[in-house]
T-cell receptor, first 110, second 113 residues
Framework: QKEVEQNSGPLSVPEGAIASLNCTYS??????FFWYRQYSGKSPELIMS????GDKEDGRFTAQLNKASQYVSLLIRDSQPSDSATYLC??????????FGRGTSLIVHP | EAQVTQNPRYLITVTGKKLTVTCSQN?????MSWYRQDPGLGLRQIYY???????DKGDVPEGYKVSRKEKRNFPLILESPSPNQTSLYFC????????????FGDGTRLSIL
C-alpha cells in the first residue's frame, strides 16, 4: 500500500515568516512530486512540481526533494494571509494512480 | 482559456436514482481521472482513462462507472447512488506524457439522501 504522509496541522505562522510543509512517501519508485494548494471547498491548484533531488524555486515557493530519505517539502517565504489554505502533496510512480497526502492546513496570521 | 468543466456543481438527490456528472476538458489531454474527497481521507482516485475507449479502476471504483467515447469528455455515472457516495468529486486531466501535473475541475458536491 503506497502511502504519502503529511502532518495535518494546522501549521500557524505569522505574516512574513517562512512556512515549511513536509511530506514523506513510501514508494521508492516514485518519480514525480507535486504540491497543490486547496482553499476550502475549492479545487486543488498546482503550486510546484519537482522530479529530481535538490531544490526548485518559483517566486516565494521552494520545493525540496530528497529521494534517499523519501521526503519532499515546500517552503513558502514571506507568507501572506492569502497563503492560508490546505497544501496537498501528490506522488506519482510509474503507474497511473497518484497517491495524495491528506494535506496540511496552513494558517498565516497578520 | 484552458479548463476542466464539471456539471453540475451541486446536486442533492435520493438513493437509487441514477445520475451522471459530466466532465469536459479543452486541452486535448489524453489522461483524465475522477476523484472523491472526503474529510480526513484526502483525495482518492475512482477511475482514470489513458485515452479514448481506455479506462481503468483507481483506488475506490465500487459503485461508479465511467466512459470515454470522446477525448474531451469523461462522465462519471452513479447507477444506483447510496448515501456513502455523498462527497466532493473532482475531475482532472493531464497530458499523457509521464510526470505531467493534473488540472482539476471546480468540483461537484453530491449529496445522496
Amino acid at each position: 500500500q503506497k502511502e504519502v504522509e503529511q502532518n495535518s496541522g494546522p501549521l500557524s505562522v505569522p505574516e512574513g515568516a517562512i512556512a515549511s510543509l513536509n511530506c514523506t512517501y513510501s514508494d521508492r519508485g516514485s518519480q514525480s512530486f507535486f504540491w497543490y494548494r486547496q482553499y476550502s471547498g475549492k479545487s486543488p491548484e498546482l503550486i510546484m512540481s519537482i522530479y529530481s533531488n535538490g531544490d526548485k524555486e518559483d517566486g516565494r515557493f521552494t520545493a525540496q526533494l530528497n529521494k534517499a530519505s523519501q521526503y519532499v517539502s515546500l517552503l513558502i517565504r514571506d507568507s501572506q494571509p492569502s497563503d492560508s489554505a490546505t497544501y496537498l502533496c501528490a506522488v506519482w510512480e510509474r503507474s497511473y494512480i497518484p497517491t495524495f497526502g491528506r494535506g496540511t492546513s496552513l494558517i498565516v496570521h497578520p | 482559456e484552458a479548463q476542466v468543466t464539471q456539471n453540475p456543481r451541486y446536486l442533492i438527490t435520493v438513493t437509487g436514482k441514477k445520475l451522471t456528472v459530466t466532465c469536459s476538458q479543452n486541452m486535448n489531454h489524453e489522461y483524465m481521472s475522477w476523484y472523491r474527497q472526503d474529510p480526513g481521507l484526502g483525495l482518492r482516485q475512482i477511475y482514470y482513462s489513458m485515452n479514448v475507449e481506455v479506462t481503468d479502476k483507481g483506488d475506490v471504483p465500487e459503485g461508479y462507472k465511467v466512459s470515454r467515447k470522446e477525448k474531451r469528455n469523461f462522465p462519471l455515472i452513479l447507477e444506483s447512488p447510496s448515501p456513502n457516495q455523498t462527497s466532493l468529486y473532482f475531475c482532472a486531466s493531464r497530458d499523457g506524457y509521464e510526470g505531467q501535473p493534473q488540472h482539476f475541475g471546480d468540483g461537484t458536491r453530491l449529496s445522496i439522501l
